[in-house]
């Protein structure tokens, strides 16, 4: 088994930046695939970003590309996500994951992840 924890979430207002951190703990040898997905209020949770542990090849959902960088550590227990120019349709919960799969490039954006943190909230003020 695979614990996340999320840290780094907090109010900020518009154009400024945050930085989430996932802290992984347990069987992390055991994972390949890292990611972070958001829940917007009244909205589905929605995929941000990917990062395959092997290769370190990063997918994107649109709405970030250029604003957001999803990085890990050197070992797979961290992986961060450095938030850049945010805008108030970033505010919500923000989920990291990881799975123990190579997930297909259309894979990485579903939800059918093997582990997950409890989410850390992101407010942008306007």
């Known amino acids: 088994q695979v614990q996340l924890v999320e840290s780094g979430g907090g109010l900020v207002q518009t154009g400024d930046s945050l930085r989430l951190s996932c802290a992984a703990s347990?069987?992390?040898?055991?994972?390949?695939?890292m990611a972070w997905f958001r829940r917007a209020p009244g909205k589905e949770r929605e995929f941000v970003a990917a990062?395959?542990?092997?290769?370190?090849?990063?997918y994107y959902t649109d709405s970030v590309k250029g604003r957001f960088t999803i990085s890990r550590g050197s070992a797979k227990n961290a992986w961060y996500l450095q938030m850049n120019s945010l805008k108030p349709e970033d505010t919500a919960v923000y989920y990291c994951a990881a799975d123990r799969d190579e997930l297909t490039p259309a894979g990485v954006r579903t939800s059918r992840y093997d582990y997950w943190g409890q989410g850390t909230q992101v407010t942008v003020s306007s």
């Open positions: 347990g069987r992390t040898g055991s994972i390949s695939l």
């Open positions: 990062i395959r542990g092997s290769t370190l090849i990063t």
